[in-house]
């Protein structure tokens, strides 16, 4: 079965940038989208179609694609923004595929 | 303001039967698919079924085909997932997530409902 690949964790300082890649054979040919989820919350779409923010989405969350993998990036990482995030993408069947999550902790 | 709100989770037995709601308020329902996604307790995501607006085209994950029936009710902006033969694999915070109109995600969600199957 298809699958999207995400790094478990991903740990950066207060200001930096965070980087949360996701990898996947059908990207180059499917959209990538991201959410991310607090604790004890719903998750909560960030990025669609690979680097479209929705509204109320601050502008330090940003989307890319390149090949078979798809990145969220956070620039200028607030305390705010630790929280679980995962991608989302579709199989060549159409079926909803979501990568493992990958949690960010800001040191 | 669009919501979205599930009901009917508890606690089961193994085998047993459980049929989730969800209600949806402040936009045309009938016009966007309507998703059940779900999450194990301290898991990842876990996509469980789709229907269309109309009801007219359906999937399920292989992980619940032929046990669960996803269906809606237009008239009552209601969505319902039937959950049956269920096992202890199925225990999770299943959450109701519509569909977006112009792609494959999912832009509003419920805020969950806990399904446990034990004996």
């Known amino acids: 079965s298809y699958e999207l690949t995400q790094p478990p964790s991903v740990s950066v300082s207060p200001g930096q940038t965070a980087r949360i890649t996701c990898s996947g054979d059908?990207?180059?040919?499917?959209?990538g989208y991201w959410y991310h989820q607090k604790p004890g919350q719903a998750p909560g779409l960030v990025i669609y179609k690979d680097s479209e923010r929705p509204s109320g989405i601050p502008e330090r969350f940003s989307g890319s694609s390149s090949g078979t993998t798809v990145t969220l990036t956070i620039s200028g990482v607030q305390a705010e923004d630790e929280a679980d995030y995962y991608c989302q993408s579709v199989d060549s069947n159409g079926t909803v595929v979501f990568g493992g999550g990958t949690k960010l902790t800001v040191l | 303001e669009v919501q979205l709100v599930e009901s009917g989770g508890g606690l089961v037995k193994p085998g047993g039967s459980l049929r989730l709601p969800c209600s949806a308020s402040?936009?045309?329902?009938?016009?966007?698919?309507m998703n059940w996604v779900r999450q194990a307790p301290g898991k990842g995501l876990e996509w469980v079924s789709s229907?269309?607006?109309?009801?007219?085209?359906?999937q399920y994950a292989d992980s619940v085909k032929g046990r669960f029936t996803i269906s809606r009710d237009n008239a009552k902006n209601s969505l319902y997932l039937q959950m049956n033969s269920l096992r202890g694999e199925d225990t999770a915070v299943y959450y109701c997530?519509?569909?977006?109109?112009?792609?494959?995600?999912?832009?509003?969600w419920g805020q969950g409902t806990l399904v446990t199957v034990s004996s």
């Open positions: 402040g936009f045309t329902f009938s016009s966007y698919s």
């Open positions: 997530a519509r569909g977006q109109l112009s792609g494959d995600y999912f832009d509003y």
């Open positions: 229907i269309s607006g109309s009801g007219g085209y359906i």
């Open positions: 059908a990207l180059p040919k499917q959209y």
